[in-house]
């Protein structure tokens, strides 16, 4: 049995530059009955010892290497005592009622498993980062709002598909049942893997526009790294092959190909297409491995595709961004 209402799982990799404004918000919390866990993820920027020093009442688990999200904050659910497991990203900054605000409609209604918070931009707090994210007809996901100017057009509380990690809620019971980030993501999709598995089960996901929390690293920067086109390209097929229904999957397809060429010609113009290359392969080899996922997964599944379907944005409205993509190249 949980003996705290909610955990907090912190994952940091030489971030000690932001630690004061994330753990400092951490402890000004209206809401009380939490804990803090912050896993190193093998920093080598006296982060440990800095968190130790200055914020004794967060519990540490330090890591001998960095062994990406997904295994970080799997150690950090290995660590925590919560009814509810909330990540955050530790280049945020959290509101007073944040976590309050966050719990709120988790503890009043039961069928809800994941909660999206209010990401906004730390430098322009004007500027949303996500306030969910939602999946495309063309198999990518999107953070839902990223860019835009907040007027208040997400201030009421809505049913999306999933939470961006990097300030979400999830109940420890539906983790128990689906498992909690794929370890061989390492990073990048991870969270729109676990809202897939989480949906199919029949758990809910809302947002909580009042828990509102400050990015430094914002979605909207759009620089991708080698490092950033190999997992992003791969993992959206490994979260596509393991959770979409078949059926969708054919529907979907002419959209799921045609896109999925247009994202290597932009990372060849790009010149990243080694690395785009690299993640088709990476998922060829892993597809027994895949398959075998995907078996588990529909096993446990109560959706109808029709329902899962309602969730799907219509692909031809992610055509302008990636023709603006490649007219900024």
Known sequence: MPLICASLIILNWNGRQYLDDCLGSLADQTFRDFETILVDNGSTDGSAAYVRERFPWVRLVELPENVGFTGGNDQGLRAAAGEFIVTLNNDTKADPGF???????????????????????????????????????NGLGYNIGVGEEDGGQYDEPAEVFGPCAGAALYRRVMLDQVGFFDPEFFAYYEDLDLAWRGRLAGWRCVTAPGAVVYHVHSATSGKMSPFTVYQVQRNKWFTLIKNWPASLILRQLPWIISFDLGALVLALLRGRGWSALRARADVLR???RLLARRRAVQAGRRLTTAEIARFLVPADRALSTFARKVAER
């Open 286 to 288: 892993s597809l027994p």
């Open 99 to 137: 976590l309050e605000e966050l719990l709120r409609p988790a503890l009043a209604d039961p069928r809800i498993g994941m909660v999206a918070a209010k990401m906004l931009n730390f430098y322009d707090p004007g500027r949303i980062d996500s306030v969910g994210v939602k999946v495309a007809g």
